[in-house]
Nanobody, 124 residues
Framework: QVQLVESGGGLVQAGGSLRLSCSAS????????MGWFRQSPGKEREFVSS????????SYADSVKGRFTISRDNAKNTVYLQMNSLKPEDTAVYYC?????????????????WGQGTQVAVSS
């Protein structure tokens, strides 16, 4: 059974930065497309960013382009989300997810595995 564990969330002021990590165990991480999604109170979960198993093929939601960077280290079974220039509207629970079959994970319905989420709060 694949387990995904996120870390790195917290409270930061607007304009600040955070780096989220998602560590995987129990599967073949190097073959999975990985994605980050987020959910704010009262809103549906939305796509944030995705990276192919090769480390290329990155995708971003328009709302985070130019501010967030996704990367992965297959040797460490970990995917990262570097978040810069944070805004109050970035406040959400951030989830990482894995897709066993596709090159990209941009739709939450495609995910095979989910982490438990990590809270990010950005104050104005």
């Amino acid at each position: 059974q694949v387990q995904l564990v996120e870390s790195g969330g917290g409270l930061v002021q607007a304009g600040g930065s955070l780096r989220l990590s998602c560590s995987a165990s129990g599967g073949t991480f190097a073959t999975y497309a990985m994605g980050w999604f987020r959910q704010s109170p009262g809103k549906e979960r939305e796509f944030v960013s995705s990276i192919a198993w090769t480390g290329g093929g990155t995708s971003y939601a328009d709302s985070v382009k130019g501010r967030f960077t996704i990367s992965r280290d297959n040797a460490k079974n970990t995917v990262y989300l570097q978040m810069n220039s944070l805004k109050p509207e970035d406040t959400a629970v951030y989830y990482c997810a894995a897709d066993k079959f596709r090159m990209r994970l941009t739709n939450e319905k495609q995910a095979d595995y989910w982490g438990q989420g990590t809270q990010v709060a950005v104050s104005s």
